[in-house]
T-cell receptor
Framework: KNEVEQSPQNLTAQEGEFITINCSYS?????LHWLQQHPGGGIVSLFM???GKKKHGRLIATINIQEKHSSLHITASHPRDSAVYIC?????????FGKGTKLTVNP | NAGVTQTPKFQVLKTGQSMTLQCAQD?????MYWYRQDPGMGLRLIYY???????DKGEVPNGYNVSRLNKREFSLRLESAAPSQTSVYFC??????????????FGPGTRLTVL
């Protein structure tokens, strides 16, 4: 069983829809990361959080430590949000990654 | 400020050939990492260096060696390439803030094909 599970694997939405991507993990962590991988392959960090909620523009990330669960929300989705979104958890020095959720937002 | 740079961007090797992937960061980060990304799988850690002068194995180290040349540079070497090492390789770096690691910054990736 993977330590980090993401759902759904693939997600197609219409422009303007509210998007939720989920991440569950099975180990104790010091932090959880959400990353975005562009169609061209580049990877950028969106959030790093260890409790509560963070917001950046139209993106919101939440984490529930007790339930070992995190969600990434995108409000008013846009075609430029199309990417693979990756959840990763940090126990100590290393990150363990989920397989990613491929999001496609159609105009 | 270039962030994390990797060379080359693309490489094709024949089975048994050797090569070194180069990575450099200009953010004064202590920790550097090499990952591979394969279809249908998450990023997997090959080797990492928590600080200058130290290196440790990750999840999939077999067939690879690394060198932390200085604080800026962390190279990955394939001594005898195999088709199973066809993958996209990412270098990343991060640093400690107190006792907690900050976010990781990723290089653009190297797409390697071994024939």
């Amino acid at each position: 069983k993977n330590e980090v599970e993401q759902s759904p694997q693939n997600l197609t939405a219409q422009e303007g829809e509210f998007i939720t991507i989920n991440c569950s993990y099975s180990v104790g962590i010091s932090a959880l990361h959400w990353l975005q991988q562009h169609p061209g392959g580049g990877i950028v960090s969106l959030f790093m959080l260890s409790s509560g909620k963070k917001k950046h523009g139209r993106l919101i990330a939440t984490i529930n430590i007790q339930e070992k669960h995190s969600s990434l929300h995108i409000t008013a989705s846009h075609p430029r949000d199309s990417a693979v979104y990756i959840c990763a958890v940090r126990g100590s020095e290393k990150l363990v990654f989920g397989k990613g959720t491929k999001l496609t937002v159609n105009p | 400020n270039a962030g994390v740079t990797q060379t080359p961007k693309f490489q094709v090797l024949k089975t048994g050939q050797s090569m070194t992937l180069q990575c450099a960061q200009d953010m004064n980060h202590n920790s550097m990492y090499w990952y591979r990304q394969d279809p249908g799988m998450g990023l997997r850690l090959i080797y990492y260096s928590a600080s200058e002068g130290t290196t440790d194995k990750g999840e999939v180290p077999n067939g690879y060696n690394v060198s932390r040349l200085n604080k800026r540079e962390f190279s990955l070497r394939l001594e005898s390439a195999a088709p199973s090492q066809t993958s996209v390789y990412f270098c990343a770096s991060s640093t400690l803030a107190g006792s907690s690691y900050n976010e990781q910054f990723f290089g653009p990736g190297t797409r390697l094909t071994v024939l």
